[in-house]
């Protein structure tokens, strides 16, 4: 029995893993304190975070190529040959060739082709007119939901500050109490935990609940454009979300690549101080 309770305490598992890395990490200072030290499977634990850390990269980069591929090489083709030849070149040279074959109906022809543009005109001015009827009718919702938004963020911004104070006086308060009863009922951890939880307020909390608000902006956007413009103002939103997605792409990609790197060199440092601390 003896023998297999040292066994588990030296196995090293296949990503280098073992169990007194195990209860390190997951904050077990009493067994850390009782497991024998153990250097076994550092550089095992390291190739397995930077193995993550590679496909990561990959990832990152292949998203980065694609972007470049189709920002400066399918696009540009696209706009400046396939658009041009199959929309202006192609029709303009069915054209001429008609134009040559019947010369004779020319006048007839532009005759019908100037009534069916005053017409496909008449039309579209019916359309931009019915449009803005509805954008002017639609403004009042618009303002609301955008109203709404604000205040909401107000309120986010107001209940942070306000968690914050809170906190703060809590701790002020604990950290009086403890020296002025010489710390008999509210030890040092006590005034320690304050701190941590005004800290976590100040730089978690706080901003979690104002990132919260920031990311129902697009929710508010795509209400505003539906309101004023229908089904075709959900489908103009979509297209500017994908446009600035589509852009940020890029920095997202390099930075996605940073933190990987980063993460690898941090995990090598960890192994490194590990290795003089087995027990850190």
Not at 237 to 266: E, H, N, R
Request: net charge positive; hydrophobic share 50%.
């Amino acid at each position: 029995m003896q023998t297999n309770i040292r066994r588990g305490r030296s196995l090293i598992a296949p990503d280098g893993e073992l169990a007194l890395r195990l209860a390190s990490r997951n904050g077990h200072r009493e067994i850390v304190d009782y497991l024998p030290s153990r250097r076994g499977g550092g550089f095992r634990r390291w190739k397995t975070k930077h193995q993550k850390a590679v496909r990561r990269v990959k990832k990152a980069a292949g998203k980065i190529r694609w972007f470049f591929e189709l920002a400066l090489y399918k696009l540009p083709l696209c706009f400046l040959w396939h658009i041009p030849k199959n929309v202006i070149v192609e029709p303009l040279i069915k054209e001429v060739k008609w134009l040559v074959k019947n010369y004779k109906r020319l006048p007839q022809a532009m005759l019908a082709s100037l009534k069916k543009m005053w017409v496909k005109l008449k039309k579209f001015g019916k359309y931009v007119g019915r449009k803005l009827w509805g954008t002017i009718k639609g403004l009042p919702n618009a303002t609301k939901f955008a109203l709404v938004w604000v205040w909401n963020g107000i309120k986010s911004a107001g209940d942070a500050v306000l968690h914050i104070i809170t906190r703060f006086f809590a701790f002020i308060h604990t950290a009086i109490t403890a020296i002025a009863e010489f710390f008999r009922t509210i030890t040092l951890k006590d005034i320690w935990y304050g701190f941590v939880a005004l800290v976590r307020a100040v730089f978690i909390e706080g901003p979690k609940k104002i990132w919260k608000w920031l990311c129902k902006f697009g929710d508010m956007m795509e209400k505003v454009f539906e309101t004023l413009w229908g089904c075709t103002g959900q489908v103009l939103w979509w297209i500017i979300v994908g446009l600035a997605t589509f852009v940020c792409m890029v920095p997202k990609g390099i930075l996605d690549i940073l933190v990987a790197i980063g993460g690898s060199i941090a995990k090598g440092f960890e192994e490194v101080m590990i290795w003089f601390n087995p027990k850190r």
